[in-house]
């Protein structure tokens, strides 16, 4: 499957040449004019951001931090005007990979973008010992869940599963994963028990269950844990 890259930029000039640069080296390319529109996109499933620093909505820098703060995982490539070294810090500083400036050689742009594709995909996530989002603190090494400072009771599949979930955020998880990680394959257990458990954790979890922001259903596939 071709990388799916989201193209960043307010100008319609720029964003033609390089979303046809892209385009024609065999990536699936989606543009945004507005970084706000993009923030709003993050859960689509894109293996890397190209992003403009001088966009509407939210800046590139801010866009950047706040992807970086909901736990997007894939390359973020920096392309703009913007030359001075205090910017190019800031946008490293703030979680860009890597930073181009225009006007930019098209072989050296693809150069870039290839090399944080094999990076990202070579690199798998660190599983972690404790993880936060939305008021939950879960510590795995101890075994416990707390949501808005209160203990929350979770059984151990609902641990397991929920650990399974986050040591695979941002990524699709299907059913058969999840049999097999935390289920390992028992006999009698179904896709259907995935399912139920799924629904148990956002009982307990999820601020409005029945409208998860977290623990994400995509259709058809599985299950996708979002920061």
Same mark, same amino acid.
């Given at each position: *499957?071709?990388?799916?890259?989201?193209?960043?930029?307010?100008?319609?000039?720029?964003?033609?040449?390089?979303?046809?640069?892209?385009?024609? %080296?065999?990536?699936?390319?989606?543009?945004?004019? !507005?970084?706000?529109?993009?923030?709003?996109?993050?859960?689509?499933? @894109?293996?890397?951001?190209?992003?403009?620093? *001088?966009?509407?909505? /939210?800046? &590139? +820098?801010?866009?950047?931090?706040?992807? =970086?703060?909901?736990? @997007?995982?894939?390359?973020?490539? *920096?392309? #703009?005007?913007?030359?001075?070294?205090?910017?190019? /810090?800031? &946008?490293?500083?703030?979680?860009?990979?890597?930073?181009?400036?225009?006007? @930019?050689?098209?072989?050296e742009l693809l150069a870039r973008i290839a090399a944080l594709?094999?990076?990202? $995909? $070579? &690199?798998t996530l660190t599983p972690v010992m404790t993880f936060e +989002?939305?008021?939950?603190?879960? !510590?795995? %090494? =101890? &075994?416990?869940?707390?949501?808005?400072?209160?203990? /929350?009771?979770?059984?151990?599949?609902?641990?397991?599963?929920?650990?399974?979930?986050?040591?695979?955020?941002?990524?699709?998880?299907?059913?058969?994963?999840?049999?097999?990680?935390?289920?390992?394959?028992?006999?009698?257990?179904?896709?259907?028990?995935?399912?139920?458990? /799924?629904?148990?954790?956002?009982?307990?979890?999820?601020? #409005?269950?029945?409208?998860?922001?977290?623990?994400?259903?995509? =259709?058809?596939?599985?299950?996708? +844990?979002?920061?």
């Amino acid at each position: *499957m071709s990388p799916r890259i989201l193209l960043v930029e307010d100008e319609p000039a720029v964003r033609m040449v390089v979303a046809d640069l892209l385009r024609d %080296s065999g990536y699936v390319v989606e543009e945004s004019p !507005d970084g706000l529109v993009a923030l709003e996109r993050l859960p689509e499933g @894109f293996d890397l951001l190209v992003v403009d620093v *001088m966009i509407p909505g /939210v800046g &590139g +820098f801010e866009l950047c931090h706040r992807l =970086r703060e909901r736990g @997007f995982d894939g390359a973020i490539l *920096m392309l #703009t005007a913007r030359t001075r070294l205090e910017d190019r /810090v800031e &946008g490293l500083q703030t979680g860009a990979d890597d930073y181009v400036t225009k006007p @930019f050689e098209p072989p050296e742009l693809l150069a870039r973008i290839a090399a944080l594709l094999r990076r990202i $995909r $070579r &690199g798998t996530l660190t599983p972690v010992m404790t993880f936060e +989002f939305g008021g939950v603190r879960a !510590d795995f %090494s =101890r &075994g416990e869940v707390t949501r808005g400072g209160v203990r /929350v009771n979770l059984a151990a599949k609902e641990l397991q599963l929920l650990r399974f979930l986050v040591d695979h955020r941002g990524q699709v998880v299907t059913r058969e994963q999840l049999l097999r990680g935390v289920w390992s394959q028992q006999p009698y257990i179904t896709p259907r028990t995935v399912d139920t458990h /799924v629904a148990w954790l956002r009982q307990k979890l999820e601020p #409005t269950p029945q409208t998860p922001r977290h623990i994400l259903t995509v =259709r058809g596939e599985g299950y996708r +844990f979002e920061r």
